[in-house]
Nanobody, 121 residues
Framework: QVQLVESGGGLVQPGGSLRLSCAAS????????MGWYRQAPGKQRDLVAT???????YYADSVKGRFTISRDNAKNTVYLQLNSLKPEDTGVYYC???????????????WGQGILVTVSS
């Protein structure tokens, strides 16, 4: 009923930049908080950044000052600008959205399929 599709990942050198996008589609009534999570090889999935529908953002300490989360509510899309990338930023990045669907009460937490970011020289 709802799908999140991420794009923009890839291989980048240390110090480089990437911009991730995540577009939600389906029978969407509204979207609350949206966020990005990261799972490094062999580790658990951790929160990177979240943003509310009113554009209030929160960042993990490890990415503050380097990453910027933003969203376009008209397009049901959330972005993550990754600057000054480090090898430890390598991992699969997952998009997450708290989504209310047409015809349903309440909301669902929806995940994207994940996109790989590799920071290496």
């Amino acid at each position: 009923q709802v799908q999140l599709v991420e794009s923009g990942g890839g291989l980048v050198q240390p110090g480089g930049s990437l911009r991730l996008s995540c577009a939600a589609s389906g029978r969407i009534r509204s979207i609350g908080a949206m966020g990005w999570y990261r799972q490094a090889p062999g580790k658990q999935r951790d929160l990177v950044a979240t943003i509310t529908s009113s554009q209030d953002a929160y960042y993990a300490d490890s990415v503050k000052g380097r990453f910027t989360i933003s969203r376009d509510n008209a397009k049901n899309t959330v972005y993550l600008q990754l600057n000054s990338l480090k090898p430890e930023d390598t991992g699969v990045y997952y998009c997450n959205a708290d989504t209310a669907l047409v015809g349903l009460v309440g909301s669902l937490e929806v995940w994207g399929q994940g996109i790989l970011v590799t920071v290496s020289s």
